[in-house]
């Protein structure tokens, strides 16, 4: 869990080469706690917003991802991060920039709903969704961690 006081706080989770083209999220109002992360789309729906915290560490980290055009084929994948599967309008390749020069991609629920759909698949079988959101972070800091390097500072 993390907490932002102000809309300046939240765009500092951002790495420098995505906060200038930020788009904030409508109706936010602080301070905001975030219970897992907090992801929205833009409103052209070209970028997904993604706020979260490494597992033992409360200092946000946010990835900008875009919606990469994986062909005209509407064919069934798999979420790295839920593992929901889904058509390929709803499970897409989302790319953020390594580099100005390298991107690296991962194949995504396109809206980034993935506690919704890990806490829905719990209730539906009667386990708590603790243990799978704790793994569902552990993967999305996995991510930031080998393709952009990002390194987590452990909670005080």
């Known amino acids: 869990m993390f907490r932002f006081e102000s809309d300046r706080d939240l765009i500092q989770s951002f790495r420098p080469r995505d906060r200038r083209v930020m788009e904030m999220p409508p109706g936010l109002s602080f301070p905001l706690f975030v219970r897992d992360y ?7 729906g070209a ?35 839920c593992h929901h599967y889904g058509s390929s ?6 790319t953020t920039d390594v ?16 506690r919704e759909r890990l806490e829905d698949a719990a209730n539906r079988s009667g386990r708590h ?21 990002i390194e987590a500072k452990p909670a005080a």
């Not at 915290?53 to 980290?61: E, R």
């Not at 704790?134 to 080998?146: C, K, P, S, V």
Request: glycine content about 8%.
């Open 38 to 44: 907090l992801a929205w789309t833009e409103t052209s």
């Open 47 to 81: 970028r997904v917003y993604l706020i979260f915290s490494a597992p033992g560490s409360h200092k946000p980290i946010g990835i900008i991802f875009r919606r990469d055009s994986m062909g005209g084929e509407n064919v069934s994948r798999m979420c790295d991060w």
């Open 99 to 114: 580099t100005s020069k390298r991107r690296v991609g991962v194949i995504l629920c396109a809206d980034l709903r993935c």
């Open 89 to 94: 309008s709803e499970v897409t390749m989302l």
């Open 129 to 149: 969704t603790l243990e799978a959101l704790e793994q569902l972070r552990a993967r999305m800091f996995r991510f930031a961690q080998e393709a952009l390097g």
